[in-house]
């Protein structure tokens, strides 16, 4: 993953430290932030591959994408039904399973309170031993926050690389408290110290789409040349319009891109 010091050193730290508890006390709930094509789904992938031979495929991981699975509000009492029953299926099944809620920012009130209980406390002995699962939240909201920040950093000179998580957290948190007041349910569960971690994404520079390209040529076993990295970032639309510094969709169109290339 390109351009993510912080997510990185968080998802290890976190996920490790998880890992070598004996007991936890409550699941283990992972907020992803930023901007499309930062890097959330891949870093959830790579989350899911470490923990289980067959990554996504595995039985024991769930994915759910609020628009694909939740389409319509109206029928949010049957989804809740649905939703409660698959995780309860899953973590019975699994000792420790991984759910990922992507577009977690659409998700309805309803829904969430569905998931609640499953992320919560527990002191008795007689339920479930679900305090053994992780739960990743990806979600743009904070995006744009974060991008600000980023951007103060390049135009003050300094690197990236000394944003330091607790500058952003506590301006996402921020960001993330006002969201709640405007009804995103997702935001009321940092409320209820539900989130362990705040994990924010950085917005990509140009440097960081070469790299992307690079790799979306070898995993296709495809030649390039430096030339045609060049030419595939400069596809990518970037942002501020006078800066021109992040690329608007970060590397999320750059397989497709390399097709132009093709022999």
């Known amino acids: ?82 939703l409660q029953r698959q995780i309860s299926e899953t973590l019975q099944r699994c000792r420790q399973a991984l759910l990922i809620f992507d577009e977690a920012e659409k998700l309805h009130s309803n829904l969430l309170d569905a998931i609640k209980p499953f992320m919560a406390q527990h002191g008795s002995k007689g339920q479930v031993d679900q305090q053994r699962s992780i739960f990743i939240f990806l979600s743009n909201l904070g995006g744009n926050t974060i991008n600000e920040v980023a951007l103060d950093f390049w135009r003050a000179g300094r690197a990236r690389e000394e944003i330091s998580l607790e500058l952003l957290e506590q301006r996402l948190r921020l960001e993330l408290q006002e969201a709640a007041e405007n009804s995103y349910a997702h935001s009321q569960l940092l409320r209820e110290n539900l989130i362990d971690f705040v994990v924010p994404f950085l917005p990509l520079e140009y440097h960081h789409v070469k790299l992307c390209a690079r790799d979306a040529f070898l995993a296709r076993g495809l030649p390039y040349t430096e030339a045609t990295l060049d030419q595939v970032a400069q596809m990518m639309v970037f942002v501020p319009k006078e800066e021109k510094l992040f690329s608007a969709q970060g590397c999320k169109s750059v397989p497709q891109r390399i097709n132009y290339f093709l022999p």
């Open 1 to 82: 993953v390109h351009g993510q010091h912080l997510a990185k050193d968080v998802v290890v730290q976190a996920v490790q430290g998880f890992l070598q508890n004996p007991r936890p006390r409550k699941a283990l709930v992972l907020s992803f932030h930023g901007w499309s094509g930062t890097g959330k789904n891949f870093v959830a992938r790579m989350v899911a591959s470490h923990l289980y031979r067959d990554g996504l495929r595995s039985d024991c991981v769930r994915v759910f994408v609020s628009l694909l699975h939740f389409p319509h509000h109206n029928y949010v009492d049957s989804y809740k039904a649905q």
